[in-house]
Nanobody
Framework: VQLQASGGGLVQAGGSLRLSCAAS????????IGWFRQAPGKEREFAAGISRRGVGSTRYADSVKGRFTISRENANDTVYLQMNSLKPEDTAVYYC????????????WGKGTLVTVSS
């Protein structure tokens, strides 16, 4: 399984960004895919996840619930994270991961993409 994350950048507080995770590999459809993030000086934490192709259950960290939306294209297993009402505390490197549901950890990881929210 290979994961390629993109879409990070610099945005002002209150703004929006959409991250993409292009997932490939013979078994990728069977895995949940999601996003973890690591802020400077902090441990990596779960942000959002979506279950395997065709099921589509979702799970969010309390800190992003109501502001972030995760979705999955069944045709190609690309996963999106729409991030609205961004806050400076959302600043982090965001990592795409694949693993068994409910995705408490990742079996496969992509390289991170940096999201910076200015106040």
């Amino acid at each position: 399984v290979q994961l390629q994350a993109s879409g990070g950048g610099l945005v002002q507080a209150g703004g929006s960004l959409r991250l993409s995770c292009a997932a490939s590999g013979r078994t990728v459809s069977a895995y949940a895919i999601g996003w973890f993030r690591q802020a400077p000086g902090k441990e990596r934490e779960f942000a959002a996840g979506i279950s395997r192709r065709g099921v589509g259950s979702t799970r969010y960290a309390d800190s992003v619930k109501g502001r972030f939306t995760i979705s999955r294209e069944n045709a190609n297993d690309t996963v999106y994270l729409q991030m609205n009402s961004l806050k400076p505390e959302d600043t982090a490197v965001y990592y795409c991961a694949a693993g068994p549901w409910p995705l408490r950890g990742g079996t496969y990881w992509g390289k991170g993409t940096l999201v910076t929210v200015s106040s």
